[in-house]
T-cell receptor, first 114, second 113 residues
């Protein structure tokens, strides 16, 4: 059973607000990822991190930013939310003891910007 | 480049039917292959995996065999249940050292009683 948590599960927020989506894992994984899942279900990698103080942009350009100050914590921030940011956001981490071959996912945050 | 192509959905079957969801891939090197499942309102869970050619991954009655010659990793189950209704994603990790999963577009499966 994976121990990776995302909060909040659901968020409805007005345009222009700043939001932070939280992601925490208690497994000591050094690699963490954020995916954006569109209504058609497709997953797009938007950010990843190799460890503390490491952040990289993913395959899909995103206006969000991330930080990695602690191993267990990988928050995603939107400085000014827009309706186009409405989506499901999934956080994941991967296990060095298994050669990083698989990723463990949180339950996701469904964001709606009105 | 690296990519995964899945069978178009949605797929609707009756309980106890045989399931196949096709997945083919393009990759450099020797990828690891995965099937993930996403139940309604949840994140993704690893269903099964195979890390080299001819490996068969299996879990919960589902199976998939890594076929290098046809670059495929089709998901099968002999008798589906209503509880198998979910979205299924085929994915690859392109070769040793690569850190990022590449996902297919997902296939929504609905099982009717």
């Amino acid at each position: 059973e994976a121990d990776i948590y995302q909060t909040p599960r659901y968020l409805v927020i007005g345009t222009g607000k700043k939001i932070t989506l939280e992601c925490s894992q208690t497994m000591g994984h050094d690699k963490m990822y954020w995916y954006q899942q569109d209504p058609g279900m497709e997953l797009h990698l938007i950010h990843y991190s190799y460890g503390v103080n490491s952040t990289e942009k993913g395959d899909l350009s995103s206006e969000s930013t991330v930080s990695r100050i602690r191993t267990e914590h990988f928050p995603l921030t939107l400085e000014s939310a827009r309706p186009s940011h409405t989506s499901q956001y999934l956080c994941a981490s991967s296990d060095p003891s298994r050669g990083y071959t698989e990723a463990f996912f949180g339950q996701g945050t469904r964001l709606t910007v009105v | 480049g690296n990519s995964v192509t899945q069978m178009e959905g949605p797929v609707t079957l009756s309980e106890e039917a045989f399931l196949t969801i096709n997945c083919t891939y393009t990759a450099t090197g020797y990828p690891s292959l995965f099937w993930y499942v996403q139940y309604p309102g949840e994140g993704l869970q690893l269903l099964l995996k195979a890390t080299k050619a001819d490996d068969k991954g299996s879990n919960k009655g589902f199976e998939a065999t890594y076929r290098k010659e046809t670059t495929s990793f089709h998901l099968e189950k002999g008798s589906v249940q209503v509880s198998d209704s979910a979205v299924y994603f085929c994915a690859l990790r392109p070769g040793q050292g690569a850190q990022k999963l590449v996902f297919g577009q997902g296939t929504r499966l609905t099982i009717n009683p």
